[in-house]
C-alpha cells in the first residue's frame, strides 16, 4: 500500500518549476476561475497571506443574499520595495476570479 502513496506524493512536489518555486504570483497562473479551492491551494502550495470574507447582498426586493464568499491574498515585496498581490476569490467550493501579481500602489502614509 504505501508503494501506491509514494507515486502521489512525488508528484505534487513536482508541480512548481524550480526556478520560481517561492514565487506564489507564478503558481497563481496556473489557477483558472472554475477550479476547486482545494485544488487551488494545493498549487499555491502555503497558506494565504490574509483572508476576507463575507456575503453578498439581499437583491432589490429583499431576496436574501446569495451566499458567502471569501477572497484569498498572498503579498511579496520584492528588493525594490515593490508590493504585489495575488488573489483568489471564491464561493461554495468554486474559483469565481484570478488576479495574479498586481502592484499595489504605494501607501499615502508611508514616508519616502
Known amino acids: 500500500m504505501f508503494a501506491l502513496l509514494l507515486p502521489l506524493t512525488i508528484a505534487g512536489i513536482a508541480m ?7 514565487d506564489p504570483h507564478a503558481r497563481c497562473m496556473l489557477v483558472s476561475a472554475g477550479m ?9 502550495q502555503r497558506p494565504p497571506d490574509s ?8 437583491g432589490p426586493d429583499g431576496d436574501p443574499p446569495a451566499g458567502s464568499f471569501a477572497i484569498d491574498f498572498w503579498q511579496t515585496t520584492d528588493a525594490h520595495g515593490v508590493r504585489r498581490t495575488s488573489a483568489l476569490r471564491y464561493r461554495g467550493g468554486t ?18
Open 16 to 22: 512548481t518549476p524550480p526556478d520560481r518555486h517561492d
Open 36 to 44: 476547486d479551492v482545494r485544488e487551488a491551494w494545493t498549487i499555491m
Open 95 to 112: 474559483i469565481e476570479s484570478v488576479d495574479c501579481g498586481r502592484i499595489d500602489p504605494p501607501s499615502p502614509l508611508k514616508e519616502n
Open 51 to 58: 483572508t476576507l470574507s463575507g456575503h453578498s447582498a439581499a
